[in-house]
């Protein structure tokens, strides 16, 4: 029996409309980011833009190729392509190359690839399956939320040990996924609440903090109906967050790796350090604040032309949007991007199978976690941690998986029509 093939009725072209003005406008980014008279051409392959341009012509290629396989293959092969993925992430720490000092990328003769790029699709392809296979209840069963948590946890493991922070804080944005199949509210607030100890004990002195929440504990118990288990869960969690401000430090000072302090110190405001550590960010901010309200215009900017802004075709490839097209290009930009994130939601909410929906949400998640750090460390609002921004930023590996992880789900939202109510 041959697989049905997506109509093309079926296919949502805005969405791959999108994805195509994205990649587009990225080409034209990182074209200007590097831009020398002497080498002009966009196929110049001995350049980022020209190298580029063939990343691009190889993603849509296999992204179209995607759009004609069988929807069930990602169902079937869900978990032995987390297999590979695994695989190569472990292949990494034998053989993998030191890259800006991070040792996560795997290089033969001139291809050099991050297979952390693609395990996140790999994981959300697994995590998908999982939650959807049959008598299976997130909300519900321990034994399933424990087994969900290790699919993630397994592949932030092996790539926070090639230190790859970055690339490891990205799975953390799969707790979306899961507060979607049932996880409780009161964990995501807590994790909020956990977040906020954390800044203030980097900023203030923890005898205050635990004043602070000693009071605060204690007027709580003032205002509520007081009983055994409740006095107890609030001394527990007095104790708990007094035993996490006080290791915080610890962890800054003995975990953290120097330039990573050095940046989380910037970020708070506790050191200045525009010729180290803040100078990424400090001329970042100069360049996206030069373009005014309309921008320079294509291939004006002196922030660019001049190379102010370090590692401005990757990490920092909206300061050149900002520079080039203004507050008005900006404001353009954030909300395409915004429209394709609203998009992919409402997709997600559309599917009839449990499989998709799943995925779809990881797809959405995995956006908006790299759109959010990615937009927010070039405006000096996120700490500098080096992820890309999906399909703006060089990078064959991240251009190739972002494709990969976009079109899968395009096709599988292509075949909703067909779908039954199980595989």
């Known amino acids: 029996m041959t697989p049905l093939q997506p109509k093309p009725s079926s296919i949502d072209w805005i969405t791959?409309?999108?994805?195509?003005?994205?990649?587009?406008?990225?080409?034209l980014s990182v074209y200007a980011s590097v831009y020398v008279e002497s080498k002009p051409m966009i196929w110049d392959t001995s350049m980022n833009y020209g190298k580029q341009?063939?990343?691009?012509?190889?993603?849509?290629?296999?992204?179209?190729?995607?759009?004609?396989?069988?929807?069930?293959?990602?169902?079937?092969f869900a978990y032995p392509i987390y297999a590979i993925t695994i695989f190569l992430l472990v292949l990494v720490l034998a053989i993998g190359t030191t890259v800006k000092g991070s040792s996560s990328w795997i290089e033969i003769g001139g291809f050099r690839m991050q297979p952390a790029e693609f395990?996140?699709?790999?994981?959300?392809?697994?995590?998908?399956?999982?939650?959807?296979?049959?008598?299976?209840?997130?909300?519900k069963k321990r034994r399933d939320q424990y087994i969900s948590a290790a699919i993630i946890l397994a592949p932030m493991v092996i790539i926070l040990l090639q230190n790859e922070t970055g690339s490891t804080l990205v799975f953390f944005s799969f707790i979306f996924v899961l507060y979607r199949e049932g996880l409780p509210g009161w964990i995501l607030l807590a994790?909020?609440?956990?977040?906020?100890?954390?800044?203030?004990?980097?900023?203030?002195?923890?005898?205050?903090?635990?004043?602070?929440?000693?009071?605060?504990?204690?007027?709580?118990?003032?205002?509520?109906?007081?009983?055994?288990?409740?006095?107890?869960?609030?001394?527990?969690?007095?104790?708990?967050?007094?035993?996490?401000?006080?290791?915080?430090?610890?962890?800054?000072?003995?975990?953290?790796?120097?330039?990573?302090?050095?940046?989380?110190?910037?970020l708070l405001g506790k050191e200045v350090d525009i010729k180290g550590a803040g100078y990424n960010v400090q001329?970042?901010?100069?360049?996206?604040?030069?373009?005014?309200?309309?921008?320079?215009?294509?291939?004006?900017?002196?922030?660019?032309?001049?190379?102010?802004?370090?590692?401005?075709?990757t990490d920092f490839i909206f300061c050149t949007i900002g520079e080039e097209y203004g507050f008005v290009g900006s404001v353009i930009f954030i909300g395409l991007y915004m429209y394709l994130l609203f998009?992919?939601?409402?997709?997600a909410e559309r599917q009839r199978q449990k499989f998709n929906?799943?995925?779809?949400y990881s797809v959405v998640s995995i956006l908006f976690f790299h759109f959010l750090i990615n937009v927010g460390m070039t405006l000096g609002l996120m700490p500098?941690?080096?992820?890309?921004?999906?399909?703006?930023?060089?990078?064959?590996?991240?251009?190739?998986?972002?494709?990969?992880?976009?079109?899968?789900?395009?096709?599988?939202?292509?075949?909703?029509?067909?779908?039954l109510k199980s595989f």
């Open 343 to 347: 998009r992919l939601l409402m997709m």
């Open 357 to 360: 929906r799943i995925y779809g």
């Open 119 to 139: 395990a996140k699709f790999g994981t959300a392809l697994a995590l998908a399956k999982y939650l959807s296979g049959y008598n299976k209840n997130f909300e």
């Open 191 to 266: 994790g909020l609440v956990l977040g906020i100890l954390a800044i203030l004990a980097l900023l203030v002195p923890a005898t205050y903090i635990l004043i602070g929440l000693a009071i605060v504990a204690l007027l709580f118990l003032l205002m509520v109906r007081r009983t055994k288990s409740l006095v107890l869960i609030t001394m527990g969690m007095l104790l708990f967050a007094g035993v996490l401000v006080n290791s915080i430090d610890y962890v800054f000072q003995n975990v953290l790796q120097a330039h990573q302090r050095t940046r989380i110190n910037v």
């Open 283 to 313: 001329q970042s901010k100069i360049a996206i604040g030069s373009g005014g309200f309309w921008g320079k215009g294509f291939l004006q900017g002196t922030q660019n032309k001049f190379r102010f802004v370090p590692e401005q075709s």
């Open 384 to 419: 500098v941690i080096g992820i890309p921004l999906p399909f703006f930023s060089y990078g064959g590996s991240a251009l190739l998986s972002f494709t990969v992880l976009l079109f899968i789900f395009i096709r599988l939202d292509a075949n909703r029509v067909n779908e």
């Open 16 to 27: 791959l409309l999108l994805y195509f003005i994205f990649i587009t406008i990225g080409l």
């Open 53 to 76: 341009l063939i990343w691009i012509f190889i993603s849509v290629f296999i992204g179209l190729l995607i759009l004609l396989i069988d929807e069930k293959f990602f169902y079937a």
